[in-house]
């Protein structure tokens, strides 16, 4: 059975020594260091530990490019939103804690420090993101039965499992240590909290601070003042001229991993009838935009495909001057607005009032604004959803596939086998990835949740670009 649902680039990813594999000794708190592997978060390596406070985008990216190769401890930040950014996005550094640091293979537990409320929301968030609905949120949200059965079977089919073949729930991978009395004790140290996100460290039993983190001092900017963005950890390279608007094509706006230090995460612009449509949110997506001569308000609408967090960053839309169309499956909508209420700690309600969403049915095809849209459903981890997007000229239907993060075809063939998945999504996926389309758009991030780049050599379409993808 697949251990979990991440291909991680391992190459690409630092990996220590066999002779730093090993449980730490008893805590002796000596030396200090703290660092600023980001914008929005601070490093502490004290002794055996490695704490990590506030969670900005991409921030497992830094810790690749700062050759971090541990990590035991993560503290929530008090202001959930800094500069336009969310600042507790935990999946990816869950992921790192587990594949990276191993502590999947050491049987350790990440302790996870924060208000009380804050640590339940975010165990509800990653539990979305991670293992998906449950069965009864499937039947909330009206799915039918068969395609029900057949995303649970999916899931579970790629959960990490005990050693008796049991789904692991997401709480088995944390140690809360929640705030009393602006305390929390992690064991052989506490964090004390002075003020909104100021944190001081205390070695068990003493009371000489070791160190206090203000989070709120981002830096200076170039001209000395106080800095007021929060930047990703790699560089953005802006074009030398705006592409320009035209009648239908489609503008990569990144595609690598969730892990490349070098690149954003994938995401992309459909441009038809000189209007822009998102094919999900990635995260920093107001400077890829930038980057791109394209203003947030070109944009009017965003279909979603799922909810991990390397595609599904959707708090920037949140500044849209207008409200922005949403367009994507009932079930990945409400699992959307619940991920920003849980981020934020907003209601619901306050969340869907910032989007018109619209509803599509995987086999169904609707018209948006001349654009037709027909959606399939996918082989993956949670919910996830492509789209064939398809505009007629002089007579002629242009076709663009976004097949969506996706199994490859040897898994998808093990999972039919095993009755986890029907006929009918398998003969829609085989063919999505041979038939004649304009440009066909295939995760190529290979692993234990990606798609092979080599399902697509049988492809008749004239442009084949692989997505999810460091190096070919």
């Known amino acids: 059975e697949p251990l979990f649902f991440f291909q991680l680039a391992i190459s690409n990813c630092i990996r220590r020594p066999p002779t730093e594999r090993r449980t730490a000794a008893p805590a002796i708190m000596t030396s200090l ?26 921030v497992v990216k830094a810790l690749v490019r700062c050759k971090i190769t541990n990590i035991d401890t993560f503290v929530l930040p008090d202001i959930r939103e800094r500069h336009g950014t969310l600042m507790n996005n935990l999946e990816f550094p ?17 302790r996870l420090v924060g208000d009380a409320t804050h640590l339940t929301q975010i165990l509800t968030l990653l539990r979305l993101t991670l293992l998906g609905p449950n069965a009864q949120e499937l039947r909330d949200y009206n799915v039918d039965d068969a395609v029900a059965e057949e995303l649970l079977n999916e899931s579970t089919f790629l959960a990490l499992k005990t050693p008796s073949g049991e789904v692991r729930p997401v709480t088995s991978f944390f140690d809360l ?6 305390t929390a004790n992690c064991g052989d140290f506490s964090i004390v909290r002075t003020a909104p996100d100021v944190f001081q460290l205390y070695p068990e039993g003493e009371s000489d601070c070791a160190a206090t983190v203000d989070l709120n001092d981002n830096g200076l900017d170039a001209k000395g003042a106080p800095k007021q963005t929060i930047d990703p950890p790699y560089a953005i390279q802006p074009d030398l001229f705006p592409s320009g608007l035209v009648q239908y094509g489609v503008d990569v706006l990144s595609s690598a991993t969730g892990f490349s230090t070098e690149q954003g995460s994938t995401g992309m612009l459909i441009c038809y009838n000189g209007n822009y449509l998102l094919v999900d949110t990635i995260p920093y997506l107001d400077r890829h935009l930038k980057a791109r001569g394209i203003s947030k308000n070109q944009i009017t609408a965003c279909f979603i495909t799922h909810l991990h967090d390397d595609h599904c960053n959707m708090f920037p839309l949140l500044y849209s001057p207008h409200k922005m169309d949403v367009i994507t499956t009932y079930e990945i909508f409400e699992m959307c607005i619940a991920k920003l209420s849980m981020g934020l700690g907003w209601e619901p309600g306050i969340i869907r009032g910032f989007f018109n969403f619209i509803e599509v049915k995987p086999g169904e095809t609707y018209n948006y604004y001349g654009l037709r849209i027909e959606t399939h459903y ?3 981890s949670i919910p996830t959803v492509g789209a064939t997007f398809t505009m007629n000229h002089r007579g ?4 663009i596939v976004v097949a969506a993060d996706n199994q490859a075809f040897k898994h998808i063939h093990q999972m039919h086998e095993k009755r986890l998945i029907s006929q009918q999504t398998v003969d829609t996926l085989t063919h999505l990835y ?5 440009i066909f758009i295939a995760d190529g991030g290979a692993g234990v949740i990606h798609g092979d780049p080599c399902d697509a050599l049988d492809s008749k379409a004239e442009r084949v670009i692989f997505v999810h993808v460091d190096k070919l």
Do not use: S
Request: glycine residues 6%; aromatic residues 14%; hydrophobic residues 40%.
């Open 94 to 110: 869950l992921y790192f804690f587990l594949f990276v640091a191993q502590g999947i293979r050491d049987g350790r537990k990440l």
């Open 434 to 438: 041979t038939a004649p389309y304009d």
């Open 378 to 380: 996918t082989v993956h």
């Open 177 to 182: 240590c929640p705030f009393q009395n602006n």
């Open 396 to 399: 002629h239907a242009h076709h």
């Open 33 to 58: 260091e703290l660092i600023r592997p980001m914008d929005g978060c601070r490093l502490a390596r004290w002794g055996p530990h490695v704490i990590l406070f506030n969670q900005p985008p991409e």
